[in-house]
């Protein structure tokens, strides 16, 4: 049976993340950034295994990226650091003033299997959707 | 040789005293910069040719012909976007909102998608600010609300706000109060003297149970608020009503939550109640080192600090119409122009789409994901690193980036003003 966690998502800024940001076809921003911290109950919920992945998904769209527990975030709260796999789940209305929802995404999380693709994979699936 | 006093261009809080090492015309050493800060000073791996999309691949080209490219995809298109410009200098920004206003495009900033929302609660509501060098010296009081500094402005805290030591304010973090109000325990947190743990979404109601008990209507406010006991309220009230000099310091956890602008309102409102008991100052944390220098020279050249629309003759603002990502969005945008910035990570990945059917033209010194959908590639110099101009920090304050090294590319300024001048040439042409 696979287990949902219903949750809601911030993304932000996050030390590895900002110092890698101008270095993206990096190892290290794909490493920093393709990931998503979870309390540590709903980690154990999930059923993750050490260095396995998650599938968050939203009406927008869904990701895989890697799960790591943290202490001080709340049991239904993820965050997931700023970037293009964060992204992939935050929906493209602005609320009027220009700004989208990037925190606060009513998202589904999933233990998965699947690995987590990286900045250009991410990329050609979008020229693909694209041409759709 | 050790250049002195170099200002850091990555965050808002344009740290002024970093010393970097050169040797044989190249940055070997850093000293005093964050993580972030000289992460980016030592340097990335670079774009080192211009480029042009040929049948779906990248190829090198001379700068000339990418800035003819450039031109004419400008030209050509009949709804531009031109977007950007923060982590470049207010040189190349005064330029960018001419070619807007040339091309008849809309000229938008990063801020739209990060503090935009304080921008437009503070126009609501207005606001009363200060210098960081005040608050450094004055501050009693420091409120950080959904605001991670430790993680998004590393020396803050120490050259500005909690930890620092000021003329009025010797003992440093002893002799100051924090206060954190977060959606986590983030390591901000845990510098708090009152951390304040908040559902996502409920910034308005929380601040609004404040204001109420502020203005001594404590009776009617409930027990709970949005999860927040009413206890854990009336006391951060006591201590901001204690207060000599407090300042609240809001981050993008009110600008990219739900309420969105009106919770920036309310945050100023907040500060505005309290200024009838003592003295409070609110500030927002800009990420970009330069996102406060664009909304500057854009407003003094516009009359709007972003989301502008040149193209009706007479500049308009509405963003949610005119900003970004609903240009991308809706389609609407036929063209863009990317300085200094990397939408393609930044933007929702649905948004991001309308980049994909667009021509697009990036000038910036590093390849990242918009390079990935770009069919015009332009490299420059990095601004306060290999460039030099006017940047202004968080709190409005206009100070000169340095050149530090040479560079073989082009400054941002230089590529701009190339690509303006043969738009203007094309149309006289016509």
Redesign the interface.
């Known amino acids: 049976m696979v287990i949902i966690l219903k949750a809601i998502m911030i993304s932000g800024r996050t030390l590895g993340q900002g110092a890698t940001c101008e270095a993206k076809m990096s190892p290290e921003f794909f490493k920093a950034t393709s990931t998503c911290a979870l309390a540590e109950s709903d980690y154990d919920a999930l059923g993750i295994p050490k260095d396995g992945n998650v599938l968050v998904r939203t009406r927008s769209g869904e990701v895989v990226v890697s799960a790591k527990r943290e202490g001080g975030i709340p049991p239904g709260l993820i965050f997931m650091p700023m970037g293009p796999w964060a992204n992939a789940v935050v929906g493209p209305k602005t609320g009027g003033c220009g700004t989208p929802l990037y925190k606060g995404v009513e998202v589904e999380v999933t233990g998965t299997d699947r690995r987590v693709k990286g900045v250009r994979e991410l990329f050609a699936d979008l020229e693909t959707e694209g041409q759709r | 040789m050790i250049a002195e006093d170099v200002l850091c261009p990555?965050?808002g809080c344009l740290c002024d005293d970093i010393k970097v090492e050169v040797e044989e015309g190249k940055i070997v050493g850093v000293k005093r910069a964050c993580?972030?800060g000289s992460?980016?000073i030592l340097g990335?791996?670079r774009t080192t040719a211009p480029m042009i999309r040929v049948d779906g691949e990248l190829l090198e080209t001379t700068y000339e012909e990418a800035y003819d490219q450039a031109a004419q995809i400008l030209k050509e298109a009949k709804r531009p976007l031109l977007y950007g410009w923060c982590s470049t200098v207010c040189e190349t920004a005064k330029l960018g909102i001419l070619l807007a206003e040339e091309v008849g495009g809309v000229v938008?900033s990063t801020a739209?998608?990060?503090h935009?929302?304080s921008i437009?609660g503070i126009e609501e509501k207005g606001m009363a600010g200060a210098t960081l060098g005040q608050i450094k010296n004055r501050a009693d009081l420091i409120v950080f609300w959904g605001a991670?500094p430790a993680?998004?402005h590393?020396r803050h805290t120490v050259r500005y706000s909690s930890n620092a030591r000021g003329m009025f304010t010797p003992d440093g973090r002893g002799g100051r109060k924090v206060i954190v109000v977060d959606?986590?325990?983030?390591r901000t947190?845990?510098n708090a003297d009152k951390f304040i743990?908040i559902k996502?979404?409920t910034d308005y109601e929380v601040l609004s149970a404040l204001r109420m008990i502020v203005q001594g209507k404590g009776e009617i406010v409930p027990e709970t608020v949005a999860g927040v006991a009413k206890s854990d309220l009336e006391e951060a009230a006591a201590m901001m009503l204690a207060a000599k000099f407090g300042v609240v310091l809001i981050g993008?956890?009110l600008?990219?939550?739900?309420g969105?602008?009106k919770n920036v309102d309310n945050a100023l409102s907040l500060v505005a109640d309290l200024n009838g008991f003592t003295k409070f100052v609110v500030m927002a944390m800009r990420?970009h080192y330069n996102v406060a220098g664009f909304g500057q020279v854009c407003a003094w050249s516009t009359g709007f600090p972003?989301?502008v629309d040149l193209s009706r003759g007479a500049p308009y603002f509405n963003?949610?119409e005119?900003?970004?990502?609903?240009l991308l969005?809706k389609r609407e945008a036929d063209a863009m122009m990317v300085v200094a910035a990397?939408p393609?990570?930044?933007?929702?990945?649905?948004?991001?789409?309308g980049m994909?059917?667009i021509p697009v033209i990036q000038i910036d010194?590093?390849?990242?994901?918009t390079?990935?959908?770009a069919d015009v590639v332009i490299p420059t110099a990095v601004c306060g690193i290999e460039a030099e101009g006017t940047a202004y920090r968080m709190d409005g304050l206009s100070l000169r980036m340095k050149k530090v090294v040479d560079s073989p590319y082009p400054t941002d300024e230089e590529a701009v003003r190339e690509i303006l001048d043969r738009v203007r040439r094309l149309s006289d042409d016509n």
């Open positions: 990555f965050c993580r972030l992460s980016k990335h791996e938008d739209t998608v990060c935009g929302p437009i991670n993680e998004a590393p959606v986590r325990e983030t947190a845990k743990l996502p979404g993008l956890g600008t990219h939550s739900r969105r602008y990420g972003m989301a963003p949610g005119t900003a970004a990502c609903d969005a990397d393609a990570s930044n933007f929702p990945r649905a948004t991001v789409g994909v059917e010194p590093f390849p990242n994901p390079t990935l959908l």
